[in-house]
């Protein structure tokens, strides 16, 4: 193969590969990968590079993709790309981990992340994942979430989640540990003020409740289940007064709140998941009002959940120290900790009680409305677990904070959702705002395309035309006086005055005399009308037609559009099939 088809055969691929636009400093490390004697006559290989790579980006990427195929075999075989690893854990011989979101919504991506280091960790080990939903703060749960959120980690992990546990259903295991602590010395109910507390705490000062007799804390904590009111007393541990750390001087470990929690307050209790033998309730006819605070409630579960490793957000890494307090008090084993860095998702919005309140205002028309980077909205869009899964491993295991615009993330996820979905989605035709043409003398055709241009065997459509067809608006307005031009996969017809003439079937003329290469569907009574959602700010509906194959596929079902892209089908009405758009 001489120098001028080696470059036409990379410059095809590379278009192929993107979008129809091919680029020379790609086309030219592959050549030089190819042969390394072109770096001594780099100046003219560049040269001959732009010609051609300008040649075929003024191709249509159908014409492009016909071209390729006979380039195809000739393409060195691209080594296997490494799979990204994990970093090995220390004393992996048990696995047990968690992942402990709140219930102020559900998941979105900054949660996908560490979710998927925590799901890809237990599967690499054969371990198991405990989703711990946290809602010790009975003020900022939104009880949807309860539901949500399992459902979320369900599919996000591909079905890993070995167990699904509510804090708030264990508040009796938490009230036995405080109550040990006391009964040992190394907790006890503080009534300062806070504003005092403070003041002491940061001139390396104890509190005046500190040092008081082990029975009189022992009684005080018994009042703050029934005397007490909010604020007037804190349960401390007893750490350094004098630590180099304020924030590890006695901190609060229980709270007296009595805001309702939704939880007991509402008849749904009664479907919380059972407990495991060993666990601890309270009566269900009880409103609680002392509630562990995160670092009490954390330590415990870990412990009774025999929690191995611990992945978590390097923000936590003081709470993690905080909670070795606790375990040298009572003798446990620390597990072994990875912290990882925040990812930044730059121009979408993630607050949930934002969301949430946009939605009340009608902004939008729920957590899985299609501009959302909530979870719910990109499975809605056809988005797969493993593109978000391959994500997150390409991030990897790192503490360095990381800032992502929201063009930059799906760039990178709609790569890794192509991996996933291009070998095993069929193809389609579908015809935006269509146009009715006649082309004088076409003749009667039967044309038949694979459902999957890899992959004859899946089957076939089939059209039957004459010389009526649809095609788009838009390229109707583009057609030029007497241009050749191509019916995909059908015929060759030029434009003369207000007529359209049939010219040939032969896609060797248009090869060589032609450019532009257009969808279509035959006119016919069995199209399908489709109205196709984008995920722009304004929600655009594209309205158009399908090919009649359309009308068997079932909700759910993922395929792709020629020239449009991955499109997944959200619902069949009688008169329409409706497609939520996912990407090119």
């Not at 300008?54 to 060195?76: D, H, L, R, S, T």
């Not at 860095?341 to 993630?350: A, R, V």
């Not at 503490?399 to 193809?427: G, I, M, P």
């Not at 304004?538 to 009308?551: F, Q, V, Y």
């Amino acid at each position: 193969m001489g120098l001028k088809e080696s470059i036409r055969k990379y410059a095809l691929q590379n278009a192929v590969e993107y979008d129809g636009k091919a680029n020379p400093g790609s086309v030219i490390g592959k050549l030089l990968a190819e042969d390394h004697s072109l770096k001594k006559k780099m100046k003219d290989v560049s040269k001959e590079v732009k010609k051609v790579v300008a040649e075929v980006n003024k191709m249509k990427i159908e014409e492009q993709k016909k071209e390729f195929k006979k380039y195809k075999k000739k393409i060195p075989k691209k080594k296997k790309e490494e799979k990204k690893r994990l970093p090995e854990l220390k004393n992996a011989k048990k696995v047990v981990m968690r992942f402990s979101p709140s219930p102020s919504g559900p998941m979105h991506l900054g949660h996908s992340y560490p979710l998927s280091l925590n799901s890809e960790y237990c599967r690499k080990y054969k371990g198991k994942l405990i989703l711990r939903i946290e809602d010790t703060n009975p003020e900022t749960i939104y009880e949807p979430a309860y539901g949500m959120l399992p459902e979320d980690a369900k599919w996000v992990t591909k079905d890993n989640i070995g167990r699904v546990v509510v804090q708030s259903d264990r508040l009796g295991l938490y009230y036995d540990y405080a109550e040990k602590l006391v009964d040992i010395g190394k907790a006890y109910v503080c009534e300062c003020t806070s504003d005092h507390f403070r003041e002491l705490i940061f001139e390396k000062k104890a509190c005046p409740c500190r040092d008081l007799p082990l029975e009189e804390h022992q009684k005080r904590y018994a009042k703050m289940f029934n005397e007490y009111k909010p604020g007037e007393a804190v349960l401390r541990i007893k750490t350094d007064i004098k630590h180099k750390n304020p924030a590890m001087r006695d901190f609060p470990l229980m709270r007296i709140n009595d805001h309702v929690h939704p939880r007991w307050a509402s008849e749904k209790h009664e479907l919380c998941p059972p407990l495991e033998k060993g666990e601890h309730s309270v009566e269900k006819d009880i409103a609680p009002r002392v509630w562990p605070l995160m670092n009490l409630a954390v330590f415990v579960d870990d412990v009774e959940m025999g929690v191995t490793h611990v992945l978590r957000a390097k923000d936590h890494i003081d709470n993690a120290k905080r909670q070795e307090f606790l375990y040298r008090y009572l003798e446990k084993d620390i597990p072994e900790t990875i912290f990882v860095g925040k990812i930044n998702f730059e121009g979408m919005p993630m607050s949930c009680s934002k969301v949430k309140k946009l939605i009340e205002e009608g902004k939008y028309e729920g957590w899985s409305d299609i501009r959302l980077p909530f979870l719910a909205a990109l499975k809605r869009r056809g988005y797969q677990p493993d593109a978000l899964i391959k994500y997150s491993l390409d991030v990897g295991v790192s503490q360095n904070d990381k800032s992502v615009t929201k063009e930059e993330f799906f760039k990178a996820l709609d790569h890794f959702n192509k991996e996933v979905l291009d070998d095993k989605t069929n193809r389609y035709f579908f015809i935006e705002d269509p146009k009715e043409i006649k082309i004088d003398k076409a003749p009667k055709q039967r044309v038949e395309l694979d459902l999957h241009p890899d992959h004859p065997k899946r089957g076939k459509r089939e059209f039957y035309t004459d010389e009526n067809f649809y095609i788009a608006n838009e390229e109707f307005k583009n057609l030029e006086e007497g241009e050749l031009v191509r019916l995909m996969d059908c015929l060759n017809f030029r434009k003369e005055g207000k007529k359209f003439v049939f010219d040939s079937t032969d896609y060797e003329k248009f090869k060589k005399e032609g450019r532009k290469i257009i969808h279509w569907l035959p006119v016919s009574d069995d199209l399908v009308t489709v109205n196709l959602l984008m995920p722009d700010e304004d929600k655009t509906l594209k309205i158009g037609i399908a090919e009649p194959l359309a009308a068997k596929l079932k909700e759910e079902d993922i395929v792709q559009f020629e020239r449009v892209g991955f499109v997944r089908l959200d619902k069949k009405e009688k008169d329409k099939l409706v497609f939520w758009y996912g990407h090119r």
